[in-house]
């Protein structure tokens, strides 16, 4: 369960970044791992990400068999209806792969 903290200066737009070096999940065609580097930034509203939850959070994709972009997006709708910040942007690299490395980038500005 994602949890959050009061934003000690919410009157003022400040951006944090956060990078999760340790990310993975199963591709859903072959059931093999799927690793990757997660970088958040974000500019808090009234609350900030906990950091353990976020943790906690991103190891339960561990058994999930998911494509990159329906993760990506995934984590990005969860951290933002928990969060409601000012904006924030989720970009996922995965590791190589047959050649091929992937990176998915996915952004929400508060309207």
Not at 9 to 25: A, K, L, N
Not at 82 to 109: C, D, L, Q, Y
Request: aromatic letters at 10%.
């Amino acid at each position: 369960m994602l949890e959050t903290f009061a934003n000690p200066s919410p009157e003022r737009d400040y951006q944090i970044s956060i990078t999760c070096p340790e990310f993975t999940c199963l591709c859903p065609k072959t059931g093999q791992p799927d690793f990757a580097v997660f970088h958040f930034t974000y500019v808090p509203d009234q609350l900030c990400i906990e950091l353990k939850s976020l943790k906690t959070y991103l190891w339960s994709f561990r058994n999930e068999g998911m494509f990159h972009e329906a993760v990506t997006n995934l984590v990005l709708e969860d951290l933002v209806r928990v969060v409601h910040p000012r904006s924030m942007i989720v970009r996922a690299v995965f590791n190589v792969r047959g050649g091929i490395t992937t990176e998915v980038k996915v952004e929400h500005r508060q309207s």
